[in-house]
């Protein structure tokens, strides 16, 4: 949790926030904020939520402090549960991320 303590001040130092705007973005009491954020509070997910919403960013950087790209998406149909399924889904997400990162090659943001 300690990470995404320090990922939400730092998120907030970037942003210009104060304790008691983020408070008020997240309906919760300012006092309330201070104790989260000095760990003498723990923090749900459903409040996690909140903070990525309130900073707008991701709940996945919120937690492990690492910036996706948001700006591309992938639409999938059908039935994912198995592994093969789940592993050719993996396969196919890295294949992306390498092509993506190929500069030879346009990418289309959504």
Do not use: C
Not at 39 to 50: D, H, P
């Amino acid at each position: 949790m300690k990470n995404v303590i320090n990922n939400i001040n730092k998120v907030m130092l970037e942003k210009g926030y104060t304790q008691e705007m983020l408070a008020e973005k997240v309906d919760l009491s300012r006092p309330y904020i201070s104790l989260i954020l000095s760990g003498k509070r723990g923090l749900s997910i459903e409040n996690i939520k909140k903070f990525s919403e309130a900073l707008e960013i991701s709940f996945q950087t919120l937690m492990n402090g690492q910036e996706s790209n948001e700006k591309y998406s992938i639409k999938m149909r059908g039935d994912f549960s198995s592994r093969n399924a789940q592993s050719s889904i993996r396969k196919a997400i890295i294949e992306m991320e390498n092509y993506a990162l190929n500069k030879e090659h346009e990418i289309i943001e959504k």
